[in-house]
């Protein structure tokens, strides 16, 4: 959780297809942005503050995560930069540490085996290894107290699990990290989906990361007030097409810092 002081760490989030950008809404409709390598010089430029790659078919195509643009990208960034999509082993871990990578991002093999997440904590430490969760709101039941289920598979395949339990489990195995990716919020720009946010922030003792659904600064300072969170993923702000009007880092820190009072990390 946030506290008074420390940072509010802005991420980017790459969606990337064939080596491009997209935008999706609800995990549906994707857009293309543009070249990622193109993308990552210009926002790292900006002064974001890290950097996220999802390789959104590798899991569901059953496939090895994008390595060719995975170093394209890392040769144009020089902050956090972490990597998911096809993650199934330890070998694949290796070969996106190898390609630039800084972190690992397991989701829905993580699902299919949770031992990899104490694999990779074992094998590169807790502060390597990111847990993702794609969540969507279902109702309270007796299986899913929270009202959140986890879905994997680019959102298409239900789990049956419970989002707070699984994130729960996660920090257990080791995950270093937990991003909480809402499908309800994912690209309507409405704002994150606080309530299943800040139900995770609560519950575990690792740092959460906001994402889906930022159209404003105030969905953003909301993110981190509101639900404790210690970092917010602001894709869409930065450079979503469905967006009315985009902005840049500087922008966007500067409202942050001037209209929320949040400490955040000074631009090139």
Known sequence: MLTSGLTARLIACFDVIGGRVTKARRFEDNIDVGAAAEIAAA????????????????????????????????????????????????????AVLAAGAEKISVDSMAVRDPQIIAQGTAEFGTQCIVQSMQVKHVGETETI????????????????MDAVQWARRGEDLGAGEIVV??????????????????????????????????????????????????????????Y?????????????????????GLTVRPCP
Not at 72 to 93: C, H, K, N, W, Y
Not at 240 to 260: C, F, G, N, Y
Request: glycine fraction near 8%; charge should be negative.
């Open 145 to 160: 107290p929270s009202g959140y289920e986890v879905f994997i598979d680019g959102a298409r395949v239900a789990t049956g």
């Open 43 to 94: 926002v790292y430029a900006d002064g974001v503050d890290e950097l996220i790659f999802y390789d959104i078919l590798a899991s569901a195509e059953r496939r090895q995560a994008d390595l060719h643009t995975i170093r394209e990208v890392a040769r144009q960034v020089f902050v956090p930069f972490t990597v998911g999509g096809g993650i199934r082993s330890l070998q694949d871990m290796h």
């Open 181 to 238: 990716n809402s499908i309800d919020q994912d690209g309507t720009h409405a704002g994150y989906d606080l309530r299943i946010t800040k139900m995770i922030a609560d519950a575990v003792n690792v740092p959460v990361i906001a994402s889906g659904g930022a159209g404003s600064t105030d969905h953003v300072a909301a993110a981190f007030r509101e639900a404790g969170v210690s970092a917010a993923i602001i894709s869409s702000l930065l």
């Open 240 to 260: 979503s097409p469905r967006m009315e009007r985009t902005m840049s880092v500087p922008e966007v820190k500067a409202d942050l810092a001037k209209q929320h």
